[in-house]
């Protein structure tokens, strides 16, 4: 049963509310690129999400030493839980769906081999190059959850949580 919903993206972030209140705005958060230089690239256009919306959500402390895609996952979790008007603990599980992961970690974590071979591996990047780490960081982290944790990863993240439900 899902009992509370989680969302960050460019439009909105919080529980069941916030986001029908956004698709009913029927607004595109799509707008110039903020954070990077757009030159040579197809396009220069993306739906952010602002760096204030997600410094809100994440304790300050946490968010050093976690990765962006890290940070919003947790946020999207933490907003679960208070949607479902729950407390974390050891019986809460989650399900998170993620197309590809964290991609900035895993390319820094490649550039490093290749400018300087085994030695520029970073240990402290290699952990966010796993598919599964932004559910782990809010399980162990921020929801002290132990029940069953489920990672679908997937091309189309509609069936792949509605598949993760009836595992």
Request: charged content about 15%; hydrophobic content about 50%; glycine content about 12%.
């Amino acid at each position: 049963m899902v009992t509370g919903l989680g969302t960050v993206n460019a439009s909105t972030a919080g529980g069941r509310e916030a986001l029908a209140g956004a698709l009913a705005l029927g607004r595109s958060a799509i707008a110039p690129v903020r954070t990077f230089a757009t030159v040579g690239c197809a396009s220069g256009l993306a739906a952010e999400v602002d760096e204030a919306t997600l410094a809100s959500l994440v304790d300050r402390d946490a968010a050093r030493r976690l990765s962006r895609i890290c940070r919003m996952a947790l946020g999207a979790c933490l907003l679960a839980v208070r949607d479902a008007g729950i407390a974390g603990g050891p019986g809460l599980g989650i399900v998170v769906g993620t197309e590809y992961g964290d991609f900035t970690s895993s390319r820094d974590f490649a550039h490093g081999f290749l400018r300087r071979g085994p030695a520029g591996l970073s240990p402290m990047i290699f952990p966010n190059t796993v598919m599964n780490t932004m559910a782990s960081i809010a399980a162990r982290d921020a929801l002290l959850a132990r029940a069953p944790m489920v990672v679908r990863i997937g091309a189309d993240l509609g069936n792949s949580l509605r598949n993760s439900l009836f595992y």
